[in-house]
């Protein structure tokens, strides 16, 4: 068996897996008896997981209840809201 035979394999279980020898169980008949429902969870899973996240410099406005990037001693904005009174 060679590398190509290998990734052959692969790729031909990642466009139709075996259902009969499974990993897990519950996934597999899930696959066997309701497939539209088992491949709704597998597009979830993939976006959550295995989809790129937004950049963190993105256009799209913040929210405010979102914890800052940058927050302790060396935060400009710390720095201007905790200054002293002179």
């Known amino acids: 068996m060679n590398v190509s035979k290998v990734l052959l394999s692969i790729w031909l279980l990642l466009g139709e897996c075996n259902a009969d020898d499974p990993l897990v169980t519950c996934i597999a ?21 295995a989809m790129p996240k937004e950049p963190k410099d993105s256009k799209k406005p913040k929210d405010p209840s979102e914890p800052k990037e940058m927050t302790g ?14």
């Open 29 to 49: 008949d899930q696959y066997k008896t309701n497939r539209q429902e088992h491949d709704k969870v597998a597009r979830f899973w993939t976006k959550r997981f």
């Open 73 to 86: 001693p060396n935060d400009p904005e710390q720095k201007k809201n905790n200054r002293e009174p002179t």
